[in-house]
């Protein structure tokens, strides 16, 4: 039996096996709500097999949304439509996930397919386009290009009103039944931008020394798990680096994953980059030594980056670099990637809907007795 199709538990939750769909924005709510987009394309990935489903960054103020397109839980009409999804993936044996965000100062940016703000005043309605000036730890733009505005800087009482405003779209992911929420501290979003000295300038107790850039996020994990059940794991998505000289580093992450721990953390999605200027050039298995690297400090780690092969997502697990393997793309390619994993590696374990599994059985059963 492969480790990539084996269980795996993490507080009460017992994944069925160690493949995650990473969270994957998909600029198609209005005003912040789910829909049927949402729905059919997280529900192919409960009946391919994945482990667990992670509904895409989730903002936990409007303003905090990357597009006007971008999904929020920061009011509670918001959660009937996530609740749906969250039901029937785990109907499906998979567990429902869903990453909590603030996009901070790259928020209110076009739609990527779109390029640019072009939507004609007959779309605007339609679409729900909205437009807003984005906040951010300081006034400095992510890049000097139209898409990206210069945000304006939280002042002292509004960084400290977050860590309750990340609690009410925790909760809200509990109240729409949710098994795993996973906390957006990666990117160049706004709590990677409180961590890096490039973004951030503040001479308040949230900026300067690494534990001021630190302290944001770690007030955010404590707020989070005070309202997220203990039976149920919390995920932390860090740039591990940001990849920009005298930037965010490894060391620095090794400090706030032993951090993060300590408050409950259980899990850390170890990404990187997304600050503008990082050189980092992704490769197949880019980010593994990422997720190497923080698993030394006993917590668990999940790998993601150009993962797109089962022997490559086994031997991750099987080297002790990751104990779960995010799959971004090659999901959206082959949303049934975990059970033609489990074919490819031998595996007899048969996560199929009944529905179509008897069927797919059938078919290779007629080609194995034409071949002889
Ligand atoms: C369409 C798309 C949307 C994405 N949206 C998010 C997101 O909402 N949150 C996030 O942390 N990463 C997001 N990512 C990054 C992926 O989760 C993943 O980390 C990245 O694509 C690398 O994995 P891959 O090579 O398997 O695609 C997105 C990626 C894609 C392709």
Known sequence: ????????????????????????????????????????????????????????????????????????????????PLARIAGFLRSQGAAAAIQIGHAGRKAATPLWWRGSFNETAAEKPLVGFEHWQPVA???????????????????????????????????????AGFDIVELHGAHGYLLSQFLSPAANHRTDAYGGSLANRMRLMLEVIEAMRAVWPAAKPLFLR?????????????????????????????????????????VITPAPGFQVPYAQALRQTGIA???????????????????????????????LDDPNFPLHAAKALGDTVDQWPRQAGFA????????AKAAG
Request: proline share 4%.
């Open 1 to 80: 039996m492969s480790l990539l199709l084996s269980p795996f538990t993490l507080r009460d939750l017992t994944l069925r096996n160690r493949l995650v769909v990473s969270p994957m924005c998909q600029y198609s709510a209005v005003h912040g709500m789910a829909n049927d987009w949402h729905f059919a394309h997280l529900a192919r990935f409960a009946l391919g097999g994945f482990g667990a489903v992670t509904v895409e960054a989730t903002a936990v103020a409007a303003e905090g949304r990357i597009t006007y397109g971008c999904m929020g839980l920061w009011n509670d009409a918001q959660i009937e």
């Open 137 to 175: 730890p300081s006034a400095i733009a992510h890049i000097d290009q139209p898409d990206y505005q210069v945000p304006r800087a939280l002042t002292l009482a509004e960084v400290q009103a977050l860590p309750a405003a990340f609690a009410a779209a925790a909760t809200r992911a509990l109240r």
């Open 238 to 278: 860090l740039s591990v680096t940001d990849g920009l000289p005298g930037g965010w580093t490894v060391a620095d992450s090794l400090v706030l994953a032993a951090e993060a721990k300590q408050r409950g953390v259980d899990v850390i999605d170890c990404s990187s980059g997304g600050l503008a200027g990082a």
């Open 301 to 331: 780690t999940m790998a993601v980056g150009l993962i797109t092969d089962p022997r490559q997502a086994e031997a991750v697990l099987q080297s002790g670099h990751a104990d779960l393997v995010a799959l971004g793309r090659t999901a």
């Open 360 to 367: 797919v059985r059938q078919r290779d059963a007629v080609l």
